[in-house]
């Protein structure tokens, strides 16, 4: 039984093309990247077929060809049938066991001329002498002005993007602790990239998005297996570094080549640092008037950092255990990062309110704080609370006190078994 001589060649076409996209740049955005290929253009017009699925992650409007001269673009489709390009032309069936010339007459029903005589052969294997002009997928065709020479392919794809950044704090018991990351990049394409070198950008960036894209992106990933992870490893392996700010997005170059398999998400190193940590326990909350409340106080880390980090998880360890997950959001230079890991085991805050005057015109509460610290080494805390504008506070005894429209701060140190008290008066107005 033949086979169909237009899925052959199709085949065949398509896989030479699945292998690597070997691009000269990659900008990688946390949706989306966008690619430069260089290019050789001769004569007066050049065709590009996206290589394998590339076409369904393409930003609509982001392909451009980058050469001066261009004078139109079209996107034509691909061919409706290998063997109606050759119409009236000469090609070779399968035909009583031999391979004999034929001269196609009508495609479509697949009628061949052979030695005068018309014939009808659905179905015969076939081998064409070119395949100039044949399109197997949707192409791209630019007609330009001038001799040619070197260009490149500019585009905007959803298939491979900077998929988020995964931090490791390790504190010390001095209160340093090193911080190392990883910035992962997710290929969901069937293309394998390699670059010298790249650029990502963090920060908010957004990009147009169609309804034919989104269903066909739900419909690959509901087919693909799960990526793999391809950590980049090793005493020497290159860092990421911040390279600016540009357009309100901070900008890190990695100055060392890069691949990124296909199918897979691949883990670029990306800082390693150390920080000088603050370790608090934190209370929090709204003015209230309850007369009694047991509060469990949060456990806080914080540092400066050196640089800018891009948003991601992070994951805090100390003396060599995990103590708790929490994230990182987009931090400029010698920003503050805050991280909350959940509540202390045994330290808890007991507030109590109580009502000392009331007239026609003020209503005056005593708000008292205690903690007693059971652990064996001291530790720190922090007392926020919000109150109403315009209140008065009055007889504050609490430590390192802060007050600012709305809010006050105090930062207690208990020593280990000791007992914290503090206490302060609210005036409110009733006019």
């Known amino acids: 039984m033949f086979s169909n001589p237009l899925k052959i060649c199709a085949a065949l076409i398509v896989s030479s093309l699945i292998s690597s996209a070997s691009a000269t740049e990659i900008t990688l955005y946390p949706s989306f990247s966008e690619v430069r290929e260089n290019v050789q253009l001769t004569g007066s017009r050049f065709d590009w077929t996206p290589a394998a699925d590339l076409g369904d992650y393409l930003v609509p409007g982001s392909l451009e060809l980058e050469y001066a001269n261009v004078l ?7 061919s409706g049938s290998l063997l109606s390009l050759f119409e009236g032309k000469v090609v070779k069936v399968y035909f009583n066991e031999e391979w004999i010339e034929a001269k196609v007459i009508k495609a479509d029903i697949g009628l061949f001329e052979i030695d005068g005589e018309f014939i009808r052969l659905e179905n015969a294997e076939v081998k064409f002498p070119s395949l100039e002009g044949a399109r197997f997928a949707p192409t791209y065709s630019w007609k330009f002005a001038g001799a040619g020479g070197a260009a490149k392919i500019l585009y905007s794809t959803r298939g491979l993007f900077w998929a988020g950044t995964r931090y490791t704090l390790n504190v010390a018991s001095n209160n340093t602790a090193s911080l190392t990351a990883w910035a992962d990049v997710q290929n969901l394409s069937s293309l394998e990239y390699s670059v010298p070198n790249l650029t990502l950008f963090a920060g908010d960036v957004s990009v147009e998005q169609d309804q034919e894209f989104a269903q066909n ?10 990526p793999t992870t391809t950590p980049t490893a090793g005493k020497s392996a290159p860092r990421i570094v911040a390279a600016g700010e540009l357009g309100g997005l901070q900008s890190y170059n990695y100055l060392k080549p890069a691949s990124f398999a296909a199918k ?13 940590v603050k370790d608090v326990l934190e209370y929090q909350g709204q003015f209230d008037t309850n007369s009694r409340a047991t509060t469990s106080l949060q456990r806080v880390y914080s540092f400066m950092t050196p640089q800018s980090l891009p948003t991601g998880g992070v994951t805090v360890r100390e003396a ?24 202390d085991f045994d330290v808890k805050l007991i507030r109590l309110v109580q009502p000392i005057e009331r007239t026609k015109k003020i209503a005056r509460y005593r708000v008292d704080y ?19 504008a315009g209140v008065k506070l009055e007889k504050v005894k609490l430590p390192n006190f802060l007050s600012e429209p709305g809010a006050f701060v105090s930062r207690p140190t208990i020593a280990a078994g000791a007992t914290f008290k503090g206490s302060y008066e609210i005036v409110f107005s009733l006019k």
């Not at 139109?72 to 691909?78: A, H, I, K, V, W």
């Not at 739900?218 to 087919?223: A, E, F, G, T, Y």
């Open 72 to 78: 139109s673009m079209q996107l034509l489709p691909p």
């Open 217 to 226: 992106n739900r419909i690959l990933q509901n087919q693909q297996n799960e």
């Open 264 to 276: 897979a998400t691949t883990g670029l190193p990306f800082i390693k640092n150390t920080q000088t």
């Open 320 to 343: 060599g255990r995990l103590v708790g997950q929490t994230s990182i959001p987009n931090t400029p230079k010698l920003g503050n990062v805050r991280l909350n890991l959940g509540k």
């Open 370 to 388: 205690t903690i007693k610290n059971v652990k064996s080494r001291g530790v720190n805390l922090r007392i926020a609370e919000f109150v109403p």
